[in-house]
């Protein structure tokens, strides 16, 4: 990171990075708050597929934060606007049930699907529902995938997410999926252009080196990544993704910030 740098916005990742489980990280809500005191725009990024957008709202707000729906950019609500953009209204879901409210205008059907839609299904995958996805990929259906993250941290530790259930249909039709969800570069776009500054002033933060860093990086944006959430020191011996910075916590922000005088 050179000595002077330039950040006029941030994206932020969520689980992870914000909130562990049912709970703030320490210190985040004063770290967002100094950057709403300082005027320096910031949003949400975040892959979970395992609730619609409102609860998410809803969460934050239980734990002391005040979050617009506009505020928040999930794969979910990118991937709707996708699929109506291609005219793919009938998807076959590999996804919550609960998801729906978020995919207005797309028909979750059984039969004769333009897609499969694959998202964090957890507990409601069964065999049977992967095999008929496997089945409709075969014969031709689109491949889309909301996410393809490796895991996440749970109340009770580590949890395979949606990328495994995503490996196992590309390995097993040999097709790959199109990926709307971070690390996808235009996900990050979308949601830069809505803070209204250059791409290279933006910095992405987050716990997943792979999906916020590298994806943020790819899309032309500064990457930070924080020891929280499902972080291990090991990570960046195996990845080619170079973090810009390493902060302990969203709470050292501030202090990297005014090390770095970001605000020029």
Not at 164 to 190: C, D, H, M, N
């Amino acid at each position: 990171m050179p000595k002077k740098c330039v950040i006029k916005g941030f994206l932020i990742d969520l689980d992870g990075t914000v909130v562990e489980g049912d709970h703030l990280i320490p210190e985040v809500a004063s770290t967002l708050a100094w950057l709403k005191q300082a005027g320096i725009p910031y949003r949400f990024i975040t892959n979970t597929t395992s609730k619609p957008r409102q609860a998410i709202v809803e969460k934050l707000q239980r734990l002391g934060l005040t979050v617009a729906a506009d505020e928040i950019f999930t794969a979910p609500a990118v991937g709707r606007d996708y699929l109506l953009q291609q005219n793919l209204t009938r998807c076959y879901p590999l996804i919550k049930a609960s998801l729906q409210e978020d995919l207005k205008g797309i028909a979750l059907v059984e039969e004769s699907p333009q897609a499969v839609l694959v998202g964090d299904i957890g507990d409601e995958l069964t065999y049977a529902k992967l095999n008929q996805a496997f089945r409709f990929l075969l014969d031709g259906a689109a491949f889309v995938a909301l996410a393809r993250n490796r895991y996440f941290r749970g109340n009770d530790g580590l949890c395979l997410d949606v990328g495994s259930i995503v490996a196992a249909l590309e390995y097993a039709t040999q097709r790959e999926a199109l990926l709307i969800g971070k690390p996808a570069r235009e996900f990050f776009l979308l949601a830069g252009q809505s803070l209204g500054t250059p791409q290279e002033t933006i910095a992405v933060i987050g716990d997943d080196i792979e999906a916020d860093v590298g994806g943020g990086k790819e899309a032309g944006s500064v990457g930070i990544l924080v020891r929280t959430g499902k972080f291990r020191p090991e990570q960046l011996a195996k990845t080619k993704v170079s973090p810009d910075a390493v902060l302990d916590s969203l709470a050292s922000l501030r202090g990297w910030w005014e090390d770095n005088r970001c605000g020029g």
